[in-house]
């Protein structure tokens, strides 16, 4: 499911990110990669403020549609 | 002389480490992207050694303006040391960085920054380890507390000339065969570079391929191991990369840090209520409300009341008045002292009060945490017109000067925003107009209590209008940015922070009052008390003023003014000394109307105003005042940043026609009343309908813009 979907409070990990190259590498420098674990803090239409890697960001809808992610905890491979 | 870069990610503390370090008192607050230009320092132990304090960046791929600073300071200088300042609340983000910076080749100290919160916490770093696995040296700091910096600085003392780092590569063997194949292709740089460039030629990082001659073959021999490396991998090779960082980072953290805190901590359940969906915006209404309730009208306005009607009215002119009696004074230079100088930056001083309270309060909400909030609270809003959550800042720091406004634009992203940005910026009323609203509120409504906030309302508005006029046309269209923002965590903010932050905005304008505005008064003194009579210049009775050359000049200007309502000549040169600084417009009213008599009680000037405005005339002033182009340092600050003087003359002259419509259609309806419909009505009725049009018809270019970007896909 997308990141602006998912449930509050769950742990829930990133199974894919879709979008160009520099979209995915601002992700990634801020933390977002295939396979880490997210967790959303707070939700307000669609723009999510969410703790991954220990920080918590704010992203809007935009951000947040192109990432995937499914319920379940799991450490990093 | 050694350089010293101080990096990091935003937020982390680097300022606070530089000031420690260098003595300097820059300016720091608890949110991404308050430095958003290097600083220059000398470490106080030794000033052979440079201290450069960067803007914060997450990697050295840069997006926004204040990260290509940084990075283009970084690669492109030379820097003899990296002090890498690493936020220990946060460590495997941080580190990110910090395995590029290590890749650079420049030597790296890595300053393990709040590792006091780390402690309170619970948590344990294992710094032996840590630096061991980096290969550099790694000293635990507490910028805040003052604490480890002196190891610090003895650690990169030592190190600053050593070049023979031991090469270690954080790389599995999958990625590092492909990183020596195109080493070996690179021939221009020296050893220690080289994985940096192999790595930024298989991104085919374009600010790097800038700067390398390469022979074709060359190039053809790496693109073709690019293909190879992404047909391996099955991804591109910036992920590929990002993801060996993270896979060696998780792995060096899970060695090193022990960590005794799981679940929800106070800072998350702080932001399930303060950005919750039904309570973020009655939240942070109340919160501006009462910042500006409390700073304009009750402490703020006691104090502000007491300076301007016994300080610089019953206290300070009687007594220099009489002191200058007594030195038995020429009248002209007594007449300069006291209805020049102290008639025109008394009106100004007389306001300080009420902008350190101002400066408290915005300092308190900056220290504390809000201050990011608010930007993802009002990007939803924001959206709707046009400018992104990031564009509140600049404008929220507006209100306090609208130049460090104008600067904190740098952190937004698209170009396009944050020019739309920094025209709109300063329509919000900064505190130099505070004067201006409460000399008019005072003078002419009797202090009503809707005209302060109607002219923060009025500076949203136009904000607003302008968004959505702006976007439309073809020089602004496309979407806002989208709004990605790290959140710090909320703490108490720090007293001595939060004093020293508003002294220094507040000095600053004490500062002001005491070189631009004094010369200021001194001039307008001159030019109001002279003019030329019977063919020679001679000093005027307090019953000539018309015939000065300020008179000469503002009458000339007058007409112009005169479908706003404020065709006198006093107004009209109030409206263009307000031009050097938005302080003047009070102090010349000050010396104007404050001639001859010192006034009894500080209303003197009001009723001299009340006499030469109507309430229509004067609100119509107002807005034009606190609309139209700022003050020079603004201007000043407007050009710095748009760069270009197309921009800079687009913006500036944006400006004016706004106000100026704006304050003709205001004074022309209120007019209607009065008159009855006349000719200028009609013009005012067209400039409105116009201005309804701008704001209501369909984006023209969006289509055509949809169906070339789906052309391009």
Redesign the interface.
């Known amino acids: 499911m997308l990141l602006t979907t998912a449930p509050a409070g769950k742990e829930l990990r990133i199974y894919k990110i879709i979008g160009k190259?520099d979209v995915?590498?601002?992700?990634?420098?801020?933390?977002f990669?295939?396979?880490?674990c997210v967790q959303i803090?707070?939700?307000?239409?669609g723009?999510v403020?969410v703790?991954?890697?220990?920080?918590?960001?704010?992203?809007?809808k935009?951000?947040a549609n192109r990432i995937m992610v499914c319920e379940g905890k799991g450490e990093?491979e | 002389m050694k350089t010293i870069a101080l990096a990091g990610n935003p937020n982390c503390g680097k300022t606070t480490i530089f000031n420690a370090m260098t003595g300097s008192s820059q300016y720091i607050g608890n949110w991404p992207g308050v430095t958003v230009e290097k600083k220059e320092g000398r470490w106080k132990g030794d000033s052979d050694i440079k201290l450069i304090d960067l803007p914060g960046i997450y990697s050295l791929s840069p997006y926004s303006l204040d990260e290509v600073i940084a990075r283009n300071f970084l690669l492109n200088e030379n820097v003899d040391l990296i002090v890498n300042v690493v936020d220990a609340t946060n460590l495997e983000r941080n580190l990110y960085l910090t395995t590029q910076l290590l890749e650079t080749g420049i030597p790296v100290v890595v300053a393990l920054n709040m590792m006091d919160l780390v402690k309170n916490h619970g948590d344990r770093i294992h710094i032996e380890e840590l630096a061991v696995q980096l290969h550099c040296p790694v000293i635990p700091v507490s910028g805040l507390k003052n604490e480890g910096l002196d190891t610090l600085a003895d650690t990169f003392v030592k190190d600053i000339g050593r070049g023979d780092r031991l090469h270690f590569s954080i790389y599995s063997e999958n990625i590092q065969k492909y990183l020596r194949r195109v080493e070996g292709v690179c021939s221009f740089c020296d050893a220690a570079k080289k994985e940096w460039y192999a790595i930024k030629l298989l991104e085919k990082d374009e600010k790097t391929m800038e700067h390398i001659a390469m022979i074709n073959a060359d190039m053809q021999q790496i693109d073709s191991m690019r293909e190879e490396m992404k047909a391996e991998f099955d991804d591109d090779i910036q992920s590929i990369i990002a993801d060996a960082r993270y896979v060696y980072i998780s792995d060096l953290v899970a060695k090193t840090y022990t960590k005794t805190r799981n679940g929800m901590c106070l800072s998350d359940r702080i932001d399930s209520i303060v950005t919750n969906r039904v309570l973020a915006l009655p939240i942070f209404a109340a919160v501006m409300y009462i910042v500006y309730y409390v700073s304009v009208t009750t402490i703020g306005g006691f104090v502000t009341d007491w300076t301007n009607d016994v300080l610089f009215t019953e206290i300070i002119p009687p007594f220099v008045e009489e002191f200058l009696i007594s030195l038995d004074c020429a009248a002209w230079l007594s007449s300069l002292i006291l209805d020049g100088i102290i008639a025109g930056i008394g009106a100004v001083l007389g306001f300080v009060p009420q902008m350190f309270v101002l400066f408290f309060f915005l300092a308190l909400l900056e220290d504390c945490g809000y201050m990011a909030r608010i930007a993802f609270i009002m990007d939803r809003i924001f959206r709707k017109f046009g400018l992104s959550g990031k564009s509140f800042i600049p404008m929220l720091i507006g209100t306090g000067c609208g130049v460090p406004g104008i600067m904190a634009s740098r952190t937004i992203e698209n170009e396009k925003d944050r020019r739309m940005t920094i025209m709109t910026t300063t329509f919000i009323p900064c505190s130099a107009k505070l004067p201006i609203i409460a000399l008019i509120a005072g003078a002419l409504f009797d202090g009503a209590s809707w005209v302060a906030p109607s002219a923060y309302f009025i500076g949203i508005a136009a904000i607003v209008c302008s968004g959505i006029i702006l976007k439309k046309t073809r020089l602004f269209a496309g979407d806002p940015s989208p709004f990605i923002m790290e959140l710090p965590a909320y703490h108490m903010p720090q007293l001595k922070n939060v004093l020293l932050s508003m002294w220094e905005r507040g000095s600053s304008f004490i500062k002001k009052a005491g070189t631009i505005i004094l010369l200021s008064t001194i001039v307008i003194w001159f030019a109001s008390r002279f003019g030329i009579d019977d063919g020679a210049i001679v000093m005027l009775e307090e019953e000539e003023l018309s015939k000065s050359f300020l008179a000469v000049l503002g009458s000339g200007m007058a007409p112009l003014f005169a479908p706003l309502g404020w065709g006198n000549w006093q107004a009209a040169v109030a409206a263009i000394t307000g031009l050097v600084a938005k302080e003047n417009v009070v102090a010349t009213f000050g010396i104007l109307f404050g001639f001859g008599e010192v006034a009894e009680d500080g209303v003197e000037i009001w009723n001299a105003m009340a006499l030469s405005f109507t309430a229509a005339s004067a609100f119509s002033f107002l807005v034009f005042n606190l609309l139209c182009a700022p003050c020079f340092a603004a201007m000043g600050a407007i050009r710095r940043e748009m760069n270009h003087t197309k921009w800079t003359v687009f913006a500036i002259g944006y400006q004016c026609l706004f106000a100026y419509l704006a304050s003709f259609v205001i004074y022309q309806f209120a007019m209607i009343s009065v008159y009855g419909f006349t000719m200028m009505s009609a013009l005012a009725v067209a400039v409105f309908v116009l201005f309804v049009y701008l704001l209501f018809r369909k984006p023209k270019s969006k289509e055509k813009q949809q169906q070339k970007e789906y052309a391009k896909a």
Do not use: F, Q
């Not at chain 1, 990669?33 to 880490?36: I, L, Y």
């Not at chain 1, 703790?51 to 809007?60: F, G, N, P, S």
């Open positions: 190259d995915r590498s601002r992700l990634s420098d801020m933390g990669t295939e396979g880490s803090i707070n939700e307000w239409k723009n403020i703790c991954i890697r220990d920080a918590r960001i704010a992203l809007d935009t951000w990093i």
